[in-house]
């Protein structure tokens, strides 16, 4: 969405505005703890909400960064992509730094999710916003007296004007799971392009990434993260969502930061931290 209003659906829900006094802007939802909307100071609108999104119980809003905890995909037995991104989380803090604004979220077990997950865990989601940055960081603590796994990730659908033009730098050579065809292999030399339906898993990909598009270059960073999901629905799959416009498919590109080929274990009382960082590079160059 280019403008501020957001989809009608979402109106009601509660959501933390983050202006820093940069004009650096974020909205939050306590739902999911889903960020869905970041302007960099002086620019414009960098992610991707669908203006058919839904939120409510059990339902996971299309567009922003969807927080994905305590499970990754259907790679275990809980819902698809875990809990976390339809519950509704507690805001704990707000502040507004010199450069800065910033929001804690956090989200604890309860009988539901020990029901679903039976172990004990506080997550808290930090959101930052200022300058030509957004950092999105996850922290999980196991509160529980056994040890746990899980994987994660920050869903991010990340903006774009023409997909057709776009370009992800930095996937080179690394090593790949394509989630469409169950293959592996290894990225080749180029940049990657989005040409039909994307799902890919790319292991061990501890290294900056560079969205390339008209709207401007995106530098994508990842701590504590070890892998990087990339995905795009393409026209068929964009056309089966009914939360997501036919034509959908044509304006983001998912760029995730993942847990996933190594879940994340914790012994009682130890602590985990993910983070993603966004910075519209063109604007960063100019308040050097
Ligand atoms: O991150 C890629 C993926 O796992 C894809 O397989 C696709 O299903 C996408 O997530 C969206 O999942 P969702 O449950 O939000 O429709």
């Not at 056309?239 to 930061?257: T, Y």
């Not at 274990?265 to 966004?278: C, D, I, K, N, T």
Request: charged share 25%; net charge negative.
């Amino acid at each position: 969405m280019d403008d501020d209003t957001l989809p009608t659906v979402l109106a009601d829900q509660p959501a933390i505005e983050l202006a820093a006094p940069d004009g650096a802007r974020a909205r939050v939802l306590l739902h999911g703890a889903q960020v869905v909307s970041w302007r960099p100071a002086g620019g414009t609108e960098r992610l991707y909400l669908s203006p058919r999104a839904e939120a409510g119980a059990g339902r996971a809003v299309r567009g922003g960064v969807p927080v994905i905890f305590p499970q990754f995909g259907a790679s275990g037995p809980l819902p698809r992509h875990g809990f976390a991104r339809d519950r509704a989380w507690v805001r704990v803090a707000t502040e507004v730094g010199r450069d800065d604004a910033l929001a804690v979220l956090r989200l604890a077990d309860d009988e539901r999710t020990r029901v679903l997950w039976p172990h004990r865990f506080a997550a808290e989601l930090t959101v930052r916003v200022g300058g030509a940055r957004l950092d999105v960081e996850l922290a999980v603590e196991n509160t529980g007296d056994d040890a746990v796994a899980f994987t994660a990730a920050l869903h991010s659908y990340l903006r774009v004007a023409d997909l057709d033009a776009a370009r992800l730098q930095g996937l080179q050579r690394l090593r790949r799971r394509d989630q469409v065809r169950g293959t592996e292999q290894i990225e080749g030399n180029d940049a990657l392009r989005i040409d039909g339906e994307v799902d890919r898993v790319y292991f061990d990909a501890a290294r900056a990434l560079q969205l390339q598009d008209a709207l401007g270059s995106l530098r994508i960073g990842a701590e504590g993260f070890r892998d990087v999901v990339v995905w795009n629905p393409g026209p068929i799959q964009s056309a089966s969502l009914a939360d997501l416009p036919p034509d959908g498919f044509r304006h983001f590109i998912c760029v995730e930061a993942a847990a996933v080929g190594t879940p994340v274990r914790l012994e009682p009382g130890a602590e985990w931290v993910g983070r993603q960082s966004l910075v519209d590079e063109g604007l960063e160059a100019r308040r050097d």
